[in-house]
């Protein structure tokens, strides 16, 4: 069974694309999910993420609170490399058992959904790359749609990743999510049956 990655910038719809090909019949593996799994309380994640920045980033039911975390990491590039060196393991942990779970299932492909894939040095965990495309522009108004965020803030989160123009060169196929959704979804559908349909593996 092929693994494939799916990558592309924040917010340019990998989730809209993941949803269509889940429909299509692929198994979805959601690194964020997994990231917000790796560091629930009683996690060893968790545990080092409050002892680097402190109770302040907990919510009253001792979760993370996301954004306020995401304030301090978005705001200062040392931050988010600690943090990144408590979660990022600790999510490959969790996605290989996903991967190898998948692989002994009868689908025909399972999608690896990770916006960091090529940033984390994930790359050699899937045995392809799919990229979800939107310009820089289309990415800032719809994150500061999305999250109620400020140009800046929104601009910040961009800085923390490959810019797409770049990131768009990783990949064998790449799905240009500017339009509709009628559009993405006849270009997901058609690489589908171009790539997936016709190479059974």
Do not use: C
Not at 49 to 61: K, R, S, T, Y
Not at 117 to 142: M, P
Not at 166 to 189: L, M
Request: aromatic letters at 4%.
């Amino acid at each position: 069974m092929q693994v494939i990655g799916l990558t592309g910038g924040i917010a340019s719809g990998k989730s809209t694309v993941a949803r269509i090909l889940e429909r299509l019949g692929a198994v979805v593996i959601d690194a964020d999910l997994l990231s917000r799994e790796a560091v629930l309380p009683g996690t060893p994640a968790h545990d080092a993420i409050v002892a680097e920045f402190g109770p302040e980033i907990l919510l009253q039911d001792a979760t993370i609170d996301r954004k306020a975390l995401g304030r301090i990491i978005f705001a200062s590039t040392e931050a988010r490399r600690r943090l990144e060196a408590i979660t990022h393991p600790a999510i490959a942990r969790l996605a290989e058992e996903r991967i190898a779970e998948a692989r002994r299932s009868d689908a025909p492909v399972t999608f690896y959904v990770a916006p960091l894939l090529i940033e984390a040095g994930a790359a050699n965990r899937v045995d392809d790359i799919w990229v979800v495309y939107a310009d820089r522009e289309t990415q800032i108004a719809r994150l500061t749609e999305r999250d109620h965020i400020r140009r800046e803030e929104a601009e910040q989160r961009l800085a923390a990743q490959i810019p797409m123009e770049e990131k768009a060169a990783y990949g064998s196929a790449v799905i240009d999510n500017r339009g509709t959704p009628e559009e993405t979804e006849r270009q997901v559908t058609a690489l589908w049956k171009e790539k997936i349909e016709k190479n059974p593996w």
